[in-house]
């Protein structure tokens, strides 16, 4: 049972699939069977109809299922299969937002690091073009309020950036451009 005052964020208040979701999905589903129709005929097309719808189904039910609880113990995190997982407010090193661009806008997602340097995203605690949550930063700040309550702040520390985080787009490349260059100077100086 829980206490009142724990924070329980599910993926069934957040994620609500709307009319243009399913219509894109039902027009992916319709190109990918008329291909498949002409290069598997019917029945390797209904297999693979049948094998995509069972995936993103699959899928829909996990982000519905997924919770992030947070109380006395520490963090709970569920993807959507099992009871979930919790980590002890004495594991818990560091709490912080990762804000991931892309073509369909960016998506920030709360995190913790774990006193072993792995992290966790927390499940339902996230905000993006196509699933906006107005309380995000609020819900965030009240995660960080328990976490500050609940560990002494010796215990604190916010880990170095990884190398992927660190790297730019623009970055990597310009490294990539120069390794290919490289490797493209070395053939021709091998063969010549």
Excluded at 50 to 74: D, E, I
Aim: contains cysteine.
């Amino acid at each position: 049972m829980r206490s009142v005052n724990e924070l329980s964020f599910q993926g069934k208040d957040r994620y609500h699939p709307s009319w243009p979701h399913f219509a894109a999905l039902g027009l992916g589903l319709a190109i990918e069977g008329a291909f498949a129709f002409f290069r598997l005929g019917i029945v390797g097309s209904c297999w693979l109809l049948g094998g995509t719808v069972a995936l993103v189904a699959l899928g829909m039910s996990m982000a519905l299922r997924s919770w992030t609880t947070v109380g006395a113990a520490g963090i709970t995190i569920c993807w959507g299969i099992g009871r979930g997982r919790t980590y002890p407010w004495r594991e818990i090193r560091w709490i912080d937002v990762r804000e991931t661009k892309s073509q369909y806008g960016t998506a920030l997602t709360a995190r913790i690091t774990l006193a072993d340097g792995r992290r966790r995203s927390l499940p339902a605690l996230q905000h993006s073009t196509r699933y906006p949550d107005p309380d995000f930063h609020v819900d965030v700040q009240r995660v960080i309020n328990w976490w500050e309550l609940s560990t002494d702040p010796a215990a604190r520390f916010q880990p170095p950036k990884r190398l992927r985080n660190q790297l730019t787009p623009q970055a990597i490349g310009l490294i990539l451009g120069l390794l290919i260059t490289i490797i493209i100077v070395l053939g021709v100086a091998v063969e010549g």
